[in-house]
């Protein structure tokens, strides 16, 4: 067993996993994904308003996860899919974010390239499938 996200940890986390809502810092005006308990920018500021994020990013790096490398939670897909690539997402409102991308073009993914979030199924555990964003190509 990998990384255990329990079904309330889950469940805690749903706004932000199925509508992309991040917090705008009230100390520094930069904006948190996933939401922080203290601003990890100025790492001061405790109070944020909510902000939709658009879900429009460019890739700012990526790998390639081939069979054997990925963490327990990704297994099913590694053995489905064979190798599939991950990125590092620079969100047009400024935060990274770590996701999977989906329909990569066939001359590969470079960096720049811009992509949009797209919901997806991410994984099943006890029982119950866990949703949340990938990105696809714009
Ligand atoms: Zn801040």
Redesign the pocket.
Known sequence: MGAHISIPMYQRAVPQRYRLIGQR?Q????INFPPKAV?K??L??TTFENVQLSGKGTIYSYTIIAGGGAPPEFAAEARCKGSYPVAIIQLEEGPRVIAQVVNPPEEGITIGMPVRAVFRKIYEEEGVTRYGFKFSPA
């Not at 100390?27 to 930069?30: A, D, E, P, T, V």
């Open positions: 810092c100390s520094c005006g930069r601003c920018y100025c001061q500021g």
